[in-house]
């Protein structure tokens, strides 16, 4: 994604349907911007730099539990209270050296421990197109294996969350066998529509992202028709092509130009 940061307060309309809008602007500012209460699923993957910034020296840094929590301030009050959030989150490496930087785990610990918060589950992706942060040791020396599973972490603030598994039953597509938690719906190339919309070579927007099966799976398991779904850190849309198609309505932001345009297009596409 574009690494030059729209960090302004205020947030503007890209497109809206009849369901929902599509805004850019800072996340915070946008999460603000939300009625109190107001949804039902928060489901979104967020930056994998900046906060996530491999650190040689401290693996487990506290930077993204800091990011996180605050995150999850504004993401609570968004919520209904027994709403669930659902964000991907994966290992990643440290910059000079073949060790994992687990930012990730050290947060989940900080914020479990809190109280305030409850894990409900982890899921395990696999997602073949997964970019890898360690290409000197993946491709070059050939030491390491190139990463092809990242997390989705299923959080709440009760136990008691409205969740119904037979809304995906069947939903991994070809599979016969019930997969559980290992969840196999695509990989991050999936989705080709995206490519009839944007000219140019390739960008980080059209790698750095998630099929629309993937938030159509936590929509369908999480949430009801009608009720709203929320992803602050869009990119190029796919969660609100999925809110969209599942008859939901939806609130999706992201700070990245570069993103919207596609996301808009996306949107647009919809209609023809
Ligand atoms: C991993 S990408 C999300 C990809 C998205 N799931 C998709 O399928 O396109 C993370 C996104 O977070 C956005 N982002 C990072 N920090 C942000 C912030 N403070 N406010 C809004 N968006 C932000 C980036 O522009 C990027 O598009």
């Keep these: 994604m574009s690494s030059t940061a729209d960090t302004r307060s205020t947030i503007s309309t890209i497109a809206s349907t009849s369901l929902g809008t599509l805004t850019q602007g800072d996340a ?3 999460l603000r911007s939300l009625p109190a209460q107001s949804a ?7 930056w994998f730099t900046g906060p996530f ?7 487990t840094s506290p930077a993204f539990g800091d990011w996180l929590n ?11 209270p027994d709403g669930s959030v659902v964000f991907e989150a994966g290992c990643t490496w440290a910059v000079d050296r073949p060790v994992r930087t687990v930012q990730h785990y050290a947060a989940l610990s900080r914020l479990l421990a809190g109280g305030e918060w409850h894990l409900l589950q982890e899921f395990h992706w696999y997602n073949p197109e997964l970019l890898t942060a360690n290409e000197e040791y993946v491709e ?12 989705w972490y299923w959080l709440s603030r009760t ?8 809304r995906v039953r069947g939903f991994q597509g070809h599979l016969t066998h019930p997969f559980g938690n290992f969840l196999t719906f695509g990989d991050s190339a999936a989705d080709h529509d995206y490519l009839d919309a944007v000219r140019g070579p390739e960008t980080q927007a059209d790698r750095d992202r998630f099929p629309v099966a993937a938030p159509l799976y936590f929509i369908r398991l999480l949430t009801e028709e009608g009720e709203h779904v929320v ?5 190029i849309g796919s969660t609100a092509l999925a809110a969209e198609s599942a008859g939901r309505t939806w609130s999706c932001n992201d700070f990245s130009v570069e993103a919207m345009t596609i996301a808009k297009q996306r949107i647009d ?4």
Excluded at 53 to 59: G, R
Excluded at 71 to 80: G, S
Excluded at 269 to 272: A, F, G, Y
């Design 28 to 30: 915070t500012a946008f």
């Design 40 to 46: 039902r699923l928060v489901v979104t993957s967020p």
């Design 53 to 59: 910034e491999p650190s040689s020296d401290d693996p």
């Design 70 to 80: 605050g995150h999850l301030e504004d993401i609570a009050r968004v919520l209904l």
């Design 140 to 151: 070059r020396r050939r030491s390491r294996l190139h990463d092809c599973v990242t997390n």
């Design 159 to 166: 136990p008691d969350v409205p969740a119904d598994t037979r």
């Design 231 to 235: 992803d602050p850190f869009a990119g």
């Design 269 to 272: 596409n919809l209609r023809k």
